[in-house]
């Protein structure tokens, strides 16, 4: 059976929850921000793993996906990092 826990506050979205039926504690990733980068694959975004035995989310990780070997621009770079900022602040604002 899937937990019936709610997002957390400020959530976008959330993966299918994992372990249902295992007998481990079911969990799910949870995404609070992902930002593209214009005209480029890259992307930024945090997420955390929320437990359903309280809900409580923790395991906070900033992820940058699409770069591999690929050039950015001027703008794409100074895109990028205020990604990379907006991901940093919120993590602290969710640990601290």
């Known amino acids: 059976m899937t937990p019936n826990v709610p997002l957390p506050a400020g959530a976008m979205f959330a993966d299918p929850w994992q372990e249902v039926g295992t007998g481990a504690p079911p969990w799910r990733a949870v995404a609070f921000l992902r930002r593209r980068i214009i005209g480029h694959d890259a992307q930024v975004s945090m997420s955390g793993i929320q437990y ?3 809900s ?6 900033i992820l940058v996906e699409g770069l591999e070997c690929d050039y950015l621009n001027s703008d794409q770079a100074r895109e990028l990092a205020a990604a990379l900022l907006e991901a940093a602040d919120e993590m602290d604002r969710r640990t601290r």
Do not use: N, S
């Open 52 to 54: 359903a035995a309280d």
């Open 56 to 61: 409580h989310v923790d395991d906070f990780q």
